[in-house]
Every structure is written in structure tokens, then in C-alpha cells.
């Protein structure tokens, strides 16, 4: 369920961006001890035109200055309410570590937002993520018995 949308400035290779991918949803599995299966990731580019630093766009602002220091990767993240306060911290820093890695960047420039929801106000194929979870969990245990 977690999902992590990244949004970059426009221009990075297919191969960096497919690293991204695959490094945010890696650093996600290991931190939320989950299977790789249950996250999506992707990446929205960002028309230089259209990104804005400091009242500017981000073409004109390149021309003088180098990518590194122009871009700042936003992440948001959308994952369930309810996990321990260190698992949301450890989750920002392995996402803005994994990004920057990636980028080659400093990681002081990636910005992460966590977005917490509520089981009942998050539906998977028209079911309510309450119910469903419910249902997942119950059949577990029968699973076992």
C-alpha cells in the first residue's frame, strides 16, 4: 500500500531515474519490513520552466548555476497511520539517502513528506483499506490454525 511520488527537475537519464525507483522502493521494504510487491514508486519530471527558484524559473537559474545546487527532489509519501515514530523517521532518511545517492547530490537538497492514513479514508478497488486489512489478517489466521 505505502506509495512514494517523486518529483524531479526534468533531464535526468532513464537509468538514474529507473535507479531512483528501484533505491527508494528497496530503502521503503527494509524500513517498513515489507515485501517490495506491496509499494508503488514513481517519478514525475518537472518542466525547468515550470519549477521555481526564488521567483524564477529553474532554466534561468541553471545558467548560472549547476543542477546539484538548483533542484530540490520533493517526495511525498502516503503510508498507514499507526507505525512507531522512529519507522516515519527511518524512512526520511533512507528515502533521502537513496535519492541522493542516486542523483549524486547533497542530501541536504531532498525534501520528504509523510503523509499519514487513516485505514478507513484509503480505498484499494473501491474497499476501504479498514476492511480489506481485516479481511487479510483473518484469513492469516486461518490460515495458521
Same mark, same amino acid.
Given at each position: 500500500?505505502?506509495?512514494?511520488?517523486?518529483?524531479?527537475?526534468?533531464?535526468?537519464?532513464?537509468?538514474?531515474? @529507473?535507479?531512483?525507483?528501484?533505491?527508494?522502493?528497496?530503502?521503503?521494504?527494509?524500513?517498513?519490513?515489507?515485501?517490495?510487491?506491496?509499494?508503488?514508486?514513481?517519478?514525475? =519530471?518537472?518542466?525547468?520552466?515550470?519549477?521555481?527558484?526564488?521567483?524564477?524559473?529553474?532554466?534561468?537559474?541553471?545558467?548560472?548555476?549547476?543542477?546539484? %545546487?538548483? =533542484?530540490?527532489?520533493?517526495?511525498?509519501?502516503?503510508?498507514? =497511520?499507526?507505525?512507531?515514530?522512529?519507522q516515519y523517521h527511518?524512512?526520511?532518511?533512507?528515502?533521502?539517502?537513496?535519492? &541522493?545517492e542516486a542523483l549524486? %547530490?547533497?542530501?541536504?537538497?531532498?525534501?520528504?513528506?509523510?503523509?499519514?492514513?487513516?485505514?478507513?479514508?484509503?480505498?484499494?478497488?473501491?474497499?476501504?483499506?479498514?476492511?480489506?486489512?481485516?479481511? =487479510?489478517?483473518? &484469513? @492469516?489466521?486461518?490460515?495458521? &490454525?
Amino acid at each position: 500500500m505505502p506509495v512514494a511520488h517523486i518529483h524531479l527537475l526534468k533531464g535526468h537519464s532513464r537509468v538514474v531515474l @529507473r535507479t531512483i525507483i528501484a533505491k527508494v522502493t528497496e530503502a521503503m521494504s527494509r524500513v517498513l519490513n515489507a515485501p517490495k510487491e506491496r509499494f508503488m514508486v514513481w517519478v514525475t =519530471e518537472i518542466d525547468p520552466e515550470l519549477w521555481g527558484i526564488e521567483g524564477r524559473p529553474a532554466s534561468e537559474a541553471l545558467t548560472a548555476q549547476d543542477r546539484n %545546487s538548483v =533542484e530540490m527532489p520533493f517526495v511525498e509519501m502516503v503510508l498507514m =497511520e499507526g507505525r512507531p515514530l522512529a519507522q516515519y523517521h527511518a524512512v526520511i532518511e533512507e528515502v533521502s539517502a537513496a535519492i &541522493a545517492e542516486a542523483l549524486q %547530490s547533497d542530501r541536504s537538497r531532498v525534501r520528504v513528506h509523510l503523509v499519514q492514513a487513516q485505514p478507513d479514508y484509503w480505498g484499494i478497488g473501491g474497499v476501504p483499506y479498514s476492511i480489506l486489512r481485516a479481511d =487479510e489478517i483473518a &484469513a @492469516r489466521l486461518r490460515a495458521t &490454525a
